[in-house]
């Protein structure tokens, strides 16, 4: 089995060989340098064989380059580059990512522009962004595509807290047009792409069965935005109503070595939704051993789908009613336990040798479909 390894990351240079069919220089990605928007990259620039050419013709040669420092020497003006992916915050001022979309149309009109959404919520914060790209990819989208229509309040999770404080509710967002959705919107890839996730799978943790602890939940509840706090005390109160001993039930924090030391010797890790429903700590369960119990995931699409009802988790209701019900069956039968755990990471470890390559070749043909209707 290829494991995913690190490689050095490609810097844009004077002259290279990568040149493509069309007499491109390859794609070129402009991206935000923090660790979650970098685990939609690491495929990308940092696994060496896994960004091959969907067509089999040796691969396009992709270069990074972070979007700040972009946007001073504007690099697509040289490299004339064939796809141009780009990635901002969600709160870059918006004349800041037009701008550079239309430097590069006028710089190079042959170019795709792809916008790889990292965000934790759902929703679509930029839908302004989906008329000036070829291709918006989003690393987990709902399975309703209507809702995009519609628009949300700001999220579907403070959508779903505000039945408890209506003042947690914004007004309704601006919806992106189902036609737009229809031809441009692309499922991407989650956290499993992650470098650091993949190197803690890749010390098989996760087949240790000296378990000493029963269930893992460290929550930090009281901080980040009103809604936020008010969903992490209402989880951290169902979760320390539990009776299963011994057990970490604590809104206390440590430090990384420690919560992995924790979660490799525990036999289920309970992962409420965080700013957005998918969480590094439901990779981090899988890698470590400790089975998935989580609240429903069945209204959302990534991928890889981690997320298959007591195949590869345990889901339980969004107001954890069902919670020590579905925690009793969880732990009830090692053998089932160890099933369940070998089955999530048998679909992780899947998706890095063979999944992301197909995910690529798809994204690779909604580019040449875009290209078709110009």
């Not at 969903?231 to 001993?245: C, I, T, Y």
């Not at 440590?254 to 979660?263: C, G, I, M, Q, T």
Request: with cysteine; proline share 7%.
């Amino acid at each position: 089995m290829r494991r995913a390894m690190d490689a050095v990351r490609l810097r844009l240079p004077r002259s290279h060989s990568g040149r493509s069919s069309s007499g491109g220089e390859g794609w070129l990605v402009l991206s935000e340098e923090h660790r979650i928007p970098q685990a939609m990259i690491n495929p990308l620039v940092r696994w060496p064989g896994v960004s091959a050419d969907p067509q089999g013709q040796g691969g396009p040669v992709v270069y990074e380059m972070s979007r700040p420092r972009a946007l001073k020497i504007k690099p697509w003006r040289r490299m004339k580059p064939d796809v141009v992916l780009l990635q901002s915050w969600f709160n870059t001022p918006r004349d800041q990512v037009e701008s550079i979309i239309a430097d590069v149309r006028q710089t190079r009109p042959e170019a795709k522009i792809v916008f790889l959404d990292w965000y934790a919520p759902i929703h679509l914060p930029q839908p302004w962004l989906f008329p000036l790209v070829d291709v918006y990819v989003k690393k987990h989208v709902v399975r309703d595509r209507d809702r995009y229509v519609q628009g949300f309040h700001d999220t579907n999770l403070i959508e779903y807290e505000s039945q408890w404080d209506e003042s947690l509710k914004p007004q309704l967002e601006e919806g992106v047009p189902a036609q737009a959705l229809e031809s441009k919107l692309f499922v991407g890839w989650n956290f499993a792409t992650d470098r650091h996730l993949v190197a803690k799978l890749n010390q098989r943790r996760y087949e240790s069965t000296s378990r000493t602890i029963e269930v893992h939940c460290r929550l930090g509840a009281l901080h980040g935005t009103p809604w936020y706090r008010h969903m992490r005390e209402r989880s951290l109160k169902a979760v320390s109503a539990l009776d299963h001993q011994p057990s970490i039930v604590t809104s206390e924090g440590v430090d990384p070595a420690r919560f992995w030391d924790e979660l490799c010797q525990s036999k289920a890790c309970i992962s409420p939704f965080g700013y957005g429903e998918v969480c590094w700590r439901d990779f981090e369960a899988i890698a470590a051993g400790a089975i998935l119990i989580k609240p429903d995931m069945s209204h959302l699409e990534t991928w890889p789908n981690i997320y298959q009802p007591y195949q590869t988790y345990v889901p339980v209701k969004w107001d954890f009613s069902d919670l020590e019900e579905q925690c009793a069956w969880a732990l009830a039968s090692e053998e089932r336990r160890l099933q369940i755990c070998a089955r999530a990471v048998e679909v992780w470890r899947d998706y890095i040798d063979r999944g992301w390559t197909n995910r690529l070749r798809e994204l690779n043909d909604c580019l040449e479909a875009a290209s078709r209707m110009e």
